[in-house]
């Protein structure tokens, strides 16, 4: 009964902890700082809603998480994706392995007297708790740094060596954590370092190497059957659950009954499970996609955890330690960055920023220092919180320092800055008949219309029987469309035949003018080309699809569909910008619209709003409203453009 209260009153605050990583991000600060914090406030530190033996009784939580986090670990490995600069990865992943690993072993012998431990520990004892922190030292964050890349849709060398060599560290991290726990277990338990004891090790690694296989094929199984993807994802958490209840339980059998002990890492069977599914199965896209939806609401409650089990007495006094240990795994970057660099033959231009974009860590470097304190409770909680705070400090910087070395190199492709005035107007990117038709709709409507073409014939015809502004362009690049685009381009509409050009016109228009309203008609379905249309926002309108949504929508909601055919000249649908300064703060209702006026939608800064009397309008809001044509022209002139 007790455990259902701590459990309930844990998920209330999981929810609580979402708002406040939410609101946090406002200030530039990662989500999990919010999640941590909600973790603190209900802890036995704070509110102590949760007391000590809450958290202790909620561990069940950590291990289904962390199998999680050795899932995620497993599948970003995609061999196919690496191949291509296997050599420079593997170097890179060699380098900033070592560097970090053996500073830190260093590092933390030498601040080992610092760091508050239940007794005093002996030289095997010192060396343990070295192994152990100097391991995670090593871990990065794969999934900061796709977010980063994403943001500045960065591409080129240097971001795909960066991508493959934070996907592979984060693999060979457990590895690692697996070797060092192993060892740190025989130095704690007072055991000798003898050739029993690399038999032992080489058992454990090859049994988990097995279990990590057979795991892959139950996941396997588990996808191939027709569930729920809510059952499925229940499954592989049980899964995951599984493997670490299994290893605590061989782990104290043979503690008992043998002369010697069996630690199987859970971690690294989760993860070679993860591994094997990705790489060599039919799966792949199911399971990627799976740990994705499970993602959020896994590290909500993961990391409220940890920031519950934080001791802040102790946090108080070693953070100056922390801090330390960041600077010296910086150091251990530059260092191990440089050296890979030199051998791969990199441009100095990135040996001097490479470093900078493997500060960050988070979820696989917090997952195995809560691990430590799992697996090694004779070490108290000094050693993890002095990880976990060093982590999160790694976590503030790491992402501003990866977004300056990717542009120092010159491999953000962010969109410039776009400057509306208060003409609509758009430019219609290959001519043929639809595209004409198209002009003349737009202009009916007082747009402004430029078309133009790389075929020189369709753009003498447009201009010379047609009467329209056609544009001959050579080339699809900045310098040839700056006469035809600019920053004040409301849309670009791509109609060429070849979708090859669709995308570089449309990225363009993107990138060096700031054109947010992109429209594509795309002529061959293609997976790929979609995704990057769609990574830029663009509006794909694929002409087979299109006419069979059209017609299910004039079957099921005949009115509507008209509105769109524009088929009741009665009635309109129009889009405006709000600039009147005067409308800035005013709620709808003081608006006095016109009753042949609805106001349908609100989009601000991208979020869509639904309208209603006490919403407040802002300057930039724009307003989808549908009435009379008179009458709409008139609000138009009142709100904006």
Known sequence: MTLLIYLGSFLVVGLAAR?????????????????LVAGILIGPFVLNIIPHE?????????????????????????????????????????????????????????????????????????????????????????SSTIAIVNELRARGSFTKTVLGVTVVLDVGVIILFAFSSSIADVFLSDTMLDLGFVLLLIFEFALALGIGYLVGRLLQLILSMRLSSYVKMALILLVGYGVFWGSAEIRELT??????????EPLLVCMIGSFWLNNWSDYRDEFVHLLEEMGPAIYVLFFTLVGGSLSLDILATVWPIALILVLVRAVGLFIGSYAGGIIT??????????????????????????????????????LPT??????VISQLLGPPFLKFAIRRVGEAHTPA????????????????????????????????????????????????????????????????LSEVLNDATDALIAMFDDDKLNWEICQVAYEDFGIRRLIVRLNDFNRELQQQFTSIGATIVYPATTMVNLLDQLAR??????????????????????????????????LRLPSEVLVLSITRNGQYIVPRGYTVLRLGDEITLIGDPECLRNVTARLGY
Do not use: M
């Open 417 to 480: 800055d776009h400057h509306p005035d208060t003409q609509r107007d758009a430019v219609i990117a290959g001519i043929d008949g639809q595209a004409v038709a198209l002009a003349q709709r737009l202009e009916a409507h007082d747009w402004q219309v430029r078309l133009l073409d790389v075929d020189e014939s369709h753009v003498k015809y447009c201009r010379e029987e047609r009467g329209f502004d056609a544009w001959h362009v050579s080339a699809i690049t900045k310098e040839a």
């Open 557 to 590: 909601a005949p009115q509507s569909a008209q509105l769109l055919l524009q088929s009741q000249p009665d009635e309109e649908i129009v889009q405006i910008t709000v600039t009147d300064e005067d409308v800035d703060g005013k709620p709808l209702r003081d």
């Open 19 to 35: 708002q406040i990583g939410g609101y946090l991000t406002r200030f530039n600060l990662p989500l999990i700082s919010g999640y």
């Open 255 to 264: 503690h008992h009954d043998l002369p010697f002990e069996i630690f199987i």
């Open 345 to 382: 033959r990199d441009p100095p231009q990135h040996r001097r920023y490479t470093w900078l974009a493997y500060i960050t860590q988070a979820g696989i470097g917090l997952g195995l220092a809560q691990e430590i304190a799992v697996e090694f409770p004779e070490l108290g909680t000094g």
């Open 386 to 391: 002095v990880l976990i705070s060093a982590i």
């Open 54 to 142: 809450g958290i202790d009784s909620l561990r069940f939580i950590s291990d289904v998480s962390l199998a999680y986090i050795a899932f995620a670990a497993g599948s970003e490995l995609y061999l196919n994706e690496i191949r291509g600069r296997l050599k420079s990865i593997a170097w890179y992943s060699a380098t900033l392995f070592i560097a970090p690993y053996v500073l830190g072993i260093i590092a933390t012998l030498l601040l080992i007297n610092s760091i508050p431990f239940p007794e005093e520990l002996q030289t095997q004892g010192r060396i343990a708790v070295a192994l152990l922190s100097a391991s995670i030292l090593v871990a990065l964050s794969p």
